[in-house]
């Protein structure tokens, strides 16, 4: 008889527990959790399988396991768990313990193990943008001058806006690659034709830009109209329009800045999409998400981790910020004003994006169409024969 060796890690079982809320301990393996689930499937069943490999400690299993993205935290199963083990925020530790995994810099794990390192860590980009500044642009602005010469747009392009998108570009390059290695080169159960990758490239676009997913939550035999009529797509559509608001702030500040800096160029671009569209969607969003941490009166929103509280606030901080500048532009406001709410804007802004970019919240949004995709990937070429078979 074959001797399998697993290998389990007691320092994983801890770090799980730190980053949530799970009592995954409880679970006594029924698979009512991953019967109820709206989207795991007979093929690949989940969370009940997770459940177990937490328990255990076993490392190499979770860092390979795509499932714990495919999972959209509707909550069925925690409802339905007759342990209260709580296997859906289970999946949301995964996730973290996840950006941990991909994240070659091991600043991830720092952010999520502790509040006071996301703290210090927000804290030093932030003072790294004010040396910055104060070099570039003094600590205030020589009278007569208007903003676009206290503060010149070129500048802030190429000494934070170009370099960020760079940096962000980078690291999420590299740990989407180490994802890549993680759970499809080290299956080797699979083969994985070169023309999928190509073929299948639509869903990672699509799920990128709608999260759809959230929306195949509810499972139920209603209309899709009767469920929008019924607010069960609620949380979907608030999330599609923050990441869309935010998806079009990002392009604006780093390609746009000279709009943003005028007081009329390019009014209907400027006005309706970036100023009111995009700062409205991203204010109701995080409000919206607030209220629903608060109130904890939907499953997926019962236990909050400092990370997302603190992915919130400074969202909500830099929307807030942004408009306030935006005001004081188009207002005409003195150009000492614009040039502090400016700088207090970046303070917020830049450190948000260096570090929940790459390192904490935002990354799942990078993640889950990526997982999302090399799941479809090794699903066609499973379908396809291209499976390794050993004797
Ligand atoms: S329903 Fe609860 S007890 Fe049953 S397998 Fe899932 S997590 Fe474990
Ligand atoms: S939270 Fe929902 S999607 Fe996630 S595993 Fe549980 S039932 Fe499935």
Redesign the pocket.
């Known amino acids: 008889m074959e001797n399998i060796i697993i290998k389990t890690d007691n320092s994983l079982v801890s770090y799980i527990k730190n980053v949530g809320e799970s009592n995954?301990k409880?679970?006594?393996?029924?698979?009512?959790?991953?019967a109820v689930c709206p989207l795991s499937t007979e093929d690949n069943p989940f969370?009940?399988k997770e459940?177990i490999w937490a328990g255990w400690g076993l490392k190499e299993k979770l860092t390979s396991d795509l499932d714990p993205w495919l999972c959209y935290y509707c909550g069925e199963?925690s409802k339905?768990?007759?342990?209260n083990?709580?296997?859906g925020e289970?999946m949301m530790s995964l996730r973290r313990f996840l950006v941990g995994a991909y994240d070659w810099t091991g600043i991830s794990r720092l952010l999520y193990g502790s509040k006071y390192a996301e703290y210090i860590a927000l804290f030093i980009v932030a003072l790294i943008v004010f040396i910055e500044w104060a070099i570039l642009f003094g600590l205030s602005p020589a009278a007569g001058l208007t903003i676009n010469q206290a503060v010149s747009p070129d500048k802030v392009d190429y000494f934070f806006d170009w370099p960020m998108t760079v940096f962000l570009g980078a690291m999420l390059t590299s740990f989407i690659y180490n994802m890549y290695r993680k759970t499809v080169l080290s299956d080797s159960s699979v083969k994985i034709p070169f023309k999928l990758y190509f073929t299948e490239g639509w869903s990672l676009m699509f799920n990128f830009f709608t999260q759809y997913r959230y929306a195949k939550c509810d499972d139920g035999e209603e209309s899709f109209f009767k469920k929008l009529a019924d607010g069960k797509y609620n949380f979907w559509l608030t999330h599609l329009f923050l990441m869309i608001s935010y998806v079009a702030l990002f392009i604006g500040i780093v390609f746009f800045l000279n709009w943003f800096q005028e007081e009329n160029s390019f009014p209907f671009l400027h006005i309706i999409l970036f100023d009111y569209f995009a700062s409205i969607g991203l204010i109701f969003g995080t409000v919206y998400f607030v209220i629903k941490r608060f109130t904890k009166k939907i499953e997926r929103s019962k236990f909050s981790h400092h990370t997302d509280w603190m992915f919130i606030i400074l969202l909500f901080l830099t929307a807030l910020t942004g408009i306030i500048l935006r005001a004081v532009i188009v207002y005409k406001f003195p150009t000492a004003l614009i040039f502090y709410v400016y700088l207090v804007h970046l303070l917020i802004l830049l450190p948000m994006l260096v570090i929940e970019v790459p390192f904490s919240k935002w990354s799942h949004l990078a993640y889950r169409p990526v997982a999302v995709y090399f799941a479809n990937l090794k699903e066609k070429a499973k379908n396809l024969g291209n499976v390794e078979t050993t004797d």
């Open positions: 995954f409880k679970c006594f393996q029924c698979g009512t959790c991953s969370p009940r459940m199963c339905n768990c007759p342990r083990a709580e296997p289970l």
